[in-house]
């Protein structure tokens, strides 16, 4: 089936509204001003999300342990506390009933890199559950995004390429761009787009990327699948 973004951002969100504002001991007033915060954080930090590109900042700070790619922020990310989380292009929303200074404090400690500029604060406004306490983490680019909002092609084009060669050493395999494109376009997605890249960004990508697996830098291409 193609990928069609429109339909895929109103998914996403109806899913993100029902998660965070069905009556949870919330009042009506309480459901009213969640829904205008939710599309408020559409407009300022693009559409919810089912996950991350492997490269994205808000997915590579923390330490790395492994080379696994990461495409949800959580402890492995150096990310404390999280709970009931909601994931949006730049910006997470997370509602823990308990500890927000854990993770006001864990990304504190990460180090981004230096074109984005990430915030963290705690919300008055009640999401979830009138006892959580929601807090809004935000990856602001430093580069300008493109005219539709999505990221900036010198940007994700840079970072995948710094991410995919953080592991070529102990490479075994390269995989393909079908196999790997999930993980480098974010969730949704569709053959060289997603709500992170557009069209134009995910052709570059895809182009830089098969260079680097032709020219065998992860070793032989992996085709047993």
Not at 50 to 58: E, F, G, K, R, V
Request: net charge negative; aromatic share 10%.
């Amino acid at each position: 089936m193609a990928f069609r973004a429109n339909e895929s951002e109103t998914e996403l969100f109806e899913r993100a509204e029902e998660f965070l504002l069905s009556p949870k001991n919330l009042s009506r007033e309480e459901i009213k001003a969640g829904r205008v915060l939710l599309e408020e954080l559409v407009r300022r930090w693009g559409p919810v999300v089912d996950s991350y590109p492997c490269w994205h900042p808000l997915v590579t700070a923390g330490e790395r342990l492994d080379s696994n790619p990461r495409t949800r922020p959580d402890d492995s990310c150096g990310y404390q506390g999280l709970d009931h989380t909601v994931y949006f292009r730049n910006a997470i929303l997370t509602c823990p009933y308990e500890g927000s200074d854990t993770v006001l404090e864990s990304v504190k400690k990460l180090e981004f890199p230096s074109c984005v500029s990430v915030k963290c604060e705690l919300l008055d406004v009640k999401l979830y559950h009138s006892s959580a306490l929601p807090i809004l983490i935000t990856c602001e680019w430093l580069l300008h995004p493109q005219s539709d909002g999505t990221i900036s092609q010198r940007a994700a084009v840079a970072l995948m390429v710094e991410e995919e060669l953080r592991g070529w050493k102990r490479a075994e395999v390269a995989e393909t761009w079908e196999t790997m494109r999930t993980y480098m376009l974010g969730r949704p997605c569709g053959k060289s787009s997603s709500l992170f890249v557009n069209q134009k960004t995910g052709q570059a990508m895809k182009s830089v990327y098969e260079a680097l697996i032709w020219a065998g830098a992860f070793g032989p291409i992996r085709v047993d699948f």
